[in-house]
């Protein structure tokens, strides 16, 4: 093989592996940071588990306390609910209730501020 066919190869080579490195730097960014803010906010029994923060169930309001919360604000009576969700989650370093409620057609979404009960933001959707 001639020196030149070489020369070429080995750049090629250069070439397409320095393309797969951006393209892997630029499709992985931000990964780690995602994957560290869902090991954060799992829970296991109403008891937070994994790496980083670790606050202790008495610092939050509790399930019920949130949906009392979600319930109040959607003036709505508890007894008419067909379906409720509530899960605690971390979201952008804000520990709060993921609150879902449906009383027939309608459904109710709340996050709710798991520390101070606070109503970050809410949603109501109406099936038709």
Known sequence: MKKSTVIILV??????GLVAGVVATVFFAGTKEII??????RVDNGKIIGAGENPSES????????????VKSA???AEDL??????????????QY???LRVGRTEY?????AETGEIISHDVDYDD
């Open 11 to 16: 750049a090629v080579v250069l070439v397409i």
């Open 36 to 41: 560290e803010d869902k090991i954060e906010s």
């Open 59 to 70: 610092d939050f309001i509790g399930e019920e306390k949130a949906k009392e919360i979600a």
């Open 75 to 77: 003036e709505i009576n």
């Open 82 to 95: 067909t379906y409720e969700k509530i899960r605690l989650e971390k979201d952008d370093g804000i520990w």
């Open 98 to 100: 993921e609150v879902e």
């Open 109 to 113: 979404d709340f996050d709710i501020n």
